[in-house]
C-alpha cells in the first residue's frame, strides 16, 4: 500500500502498490473522520458520509447510496450494536456485538443471541483477522472490530485515534511523538516505547491500546476501567501527560500543531 498524508499527519489517501483503486479520507473542523470515498477519481466513485454523536468520536451513523449502518450505544457510550437499512427497504436489520474483555468484536448476534456461520471472528495478538475468508454478510459489512477500533478494510488499517495502525505488520504507520521536549525524551527513554512504531508497547498479549500512544492497560483490567473515558472507554487525555508533557488533547486525539498552544 502507499499511503498520503496532510500537514497534521493524518492520513489522507490509501493506494495498493501500482494499482487502485485509491480510498480517499476526509476529516471535519473537530479533526473526526467526515468520509471516505472509494475510487475518488473515477466515474465510480463511492461516498460513505459519517455522522456522530453531538462533539464526541461516537459514530452514530455511516451512509453511502446503496445503504445506511446505524450504531447505538448504552449510557457510558459503549458501543452495544448496528442496524443496517438498505436503500430503498422499509425496515432495518439489527445485529449486536458480542465483545471480549479488551472490547474487540468478537462476533454478530441475531435476535436471539447466537451467532451464525460467518459471523464470529478470530484474531491473532496483533489484531489481524485469522479466518476473514469465513466471515460473510453482517459480520463482514461491520467495521469495528479489533479492540472496538475502525478497520478500514481497503486500505487495511485500524483508526487509533492519534495514529493509523496495520494489524498485518503489527505497528502504526507512523511514530508516536509528543511536542514538549522533556514528554518526547521520556518516550524515548521507556523501554516499552522505544521502538516509536511498536503495537501495545510490544505485548498485545497482556496490553491494549488505548489511543493509538499509551498501551498502558492489562486485559484484566480493561474490564473495570473501559468505560471511564468519554469515548465508550479510552481516556481523554494520553497518560504521557503525567511526564510532563504539555501537549493538548481534544477527546483523545492529538490536535494538529496549529492549535497546540
Known amino acids: ?10 492520513l489522507k489517501s490509501g493506494t495498493p502498490s501500482g494499482a487502485s483503486p485509491k480510498t480517499k479520507l476526509e476529516y471535519d473542523g473537530l479533526d473526526r473522520r467526515d ?17 456522530y454523536v453531538g462533539q464526541s468520536e461516537l459514530v452514530s451513523r455511516e451512509q453511502d447510496p446503496g445503504k445506511e449502518q446505524a450504531y447505538d450505544y ?18 432495518s436489520t439489527y445485529a449486536g456485538f458480542a465483545k471480549d474483555v479488551a472490547g474487540s468484536v468478537e462476533g454478530i448476534e441475531g435476535p436471539g443471541g447466537t451467532m451464525a456461520p460467518g459471523q464470529r471472528y478470530a484474531y491473532d ?18 467495521p469495528f472490530r479489533f479492540e472496538g477500533f475502525y478497520h478500514h478494510e481497503a486500505i487495511k488499517t485500524y483508526d487509533m485515534q492519534a495514529r493509523q495502525y496495520r494489524p498485518d505488520l503489527g505497528r502504526f504507520l507512523t ?17 516499552l516505547t522505544q521502538n516509536r512504531y511498536a503495537f501495545a508497547g510490544g505485548n498485545p498479549v497482556s496490553r491494549v491500546e488505548w ?5 498502558d492497560f492489562s486485559r484484566t483490567d480493561v474490564g473495570r476501567v473501559r468505560n471511564k473515558g468519554p469515548k465508550g472507554g479510552r481516556p481523554r487525555a494520553a497518560t504521557r ?3 510532563g508533557d504539555t501537549t493538548l488533547y481534544d477527546s483523545g486525539r492529538r490536535l494538529p500543531p496549529t492549535t497546540r498552544q
Open 1 to 10: 500500500m502507499e499511503y498520503d498524508y496532510d500537514p497534521f499527519e493524518r
Open 35 to 51: 468520509a471516505r470515498v472509494e475510487n475518488p477519481d473515477s466515474a465510480l466513485a463511492r461516498r460513505y458520509d459519517t455522522s
Open 74 to 91: 448504552d449510557s457510558s457510550g459503549e458501543r452495544q450494536g448496528q442496524a443496517t437499512r438498505l436503500s430503498g427497504a422499509p425496515a
Open 125 to 142: 495478538p496483533y489484531g489481524e483477522l485469522e479466518n476473514a475468508r469465513e466471515v460473510a454478510g453482517q459480520a463482514k459489512e461491520n
Open 175 to 191: 511514530q508516536d511523538r509528543f511536542e514538549s521536549a522533556s514528554g518526547d525524551f521520556e518516550l524515548q527513554s521507556d523501554p
Open 211 to 215: 489511543d493509538g500512544h499509551a498501551p
Open 241 to 243: 501527560l503525567k511526564m
